[in-house]
């Protein structure tokens, strides 16, 4: 069965940090890799998606930037955080090259202080 | 421009029935999903629906009309654990990416 990790669960930092967020997927392989931030009380934003390793698309233009260095590995990454940067992120995969759901991760929640 | 619409917040009473309407404007339609959400919690898959008619899941229906671009999602015999977000989501012209409604906030009140 496939499995998909997030880590950290939750996060505080302060404005201008860094930031470094992964997502591991297991029991599949080639997945799609995605991205997301909710606000609260919001929908799913999506922030970039991955077809393959080292493919990366973006969907919003922002100081956040994601990585796929493996397979089923998928890094999303910030040289400096914003106060709006806050929300929660949540990793997802689906099956490569089809419209099945997408299945989440159990997501970290992100303040920027 | 692409566009899903769902009610912010519905309210219903433990025990009774409740339809959750999306509305959908999208270029190109594979299919679309719907996912319940509790608070602090990621998203989880309810159902798929790509050809027209209803698809019964024991107490959760999903309901979907290609040709009006409008799905509903259907509750029945609502408990507590129910009260969470509904979201829709469609599957347009990319392969990869869905485009996602807000969400609607369920409330049941016993």
């Known amino acids: 069965s496939q499995t998909i990790h997030q880590w950290p669960a939750t996060l505080v930092q302060p404005v201008g940090s860094p930031l470094s967020l992964e997502c591991t997927v297991e029991?599949?392989?080639?997945?799609?890799l995605y991205w997301y931030r909710q606000a609260a009380g919001r929908g799913l934003q999506l922030l970039f998606y991955s077809v393959g390793i080292g493919q990366i698309s973006s969907e919003v233009p922002q100081n956040l930037s994601a990585s796929r260095p493996q397979d089923r590995q998928f890094i999303l990454s910030s040289k400096k955080l914003l106060l709006s940067d806050s929300g929660f992120y949540l990793c997802?995969?689906?099956?490569?090259?089809?419209?099945?759901?997408?299945?989440f991760g159990p997501g970290t929640r992100l303040t920027v202080l | 421009g692409q566009n899903i619409d769902q009610p912010t917040e519905m309210t219903a009473t433990e025990g009774a029935i409740v339809q959750i309407n999306c509305t959908y404007q999208t270029s190109g339609f594979n299919g679309l999903f719907w996912y319940q959400q509790h608070a602090g919690e990621a998203p989880t898959f309810l159902s798929y629906?790509?050809l027209d008619g209803l698809e019964e899941k024991g107490r959760f229906s999903s309901f979907l009309s290609r040709s009006k671009g409008y799905s509903y999602l259907l509750l029945k015999e609502l408990q507590m654990k129910d009260s969470a977000s509904y979201l829709c989501?469609?599957?347009?012209?990319?392969?990869?990416?869905?485009?996602w409604g807000a969400g609607t906030k369920l409330i049941i009140k016993p």
């Open positions: 629906n790509v």
């Open positions: 029991g599949t392989s080639n997945p799609n």
């Open positions: 989501a469609v599957a347009g012209d990319s392969n990869y990416q869905l485009i």
């Open positions: 997802a995969w689906s099956r490569m090259g089809s419209y099945n759901e997408q299945f």
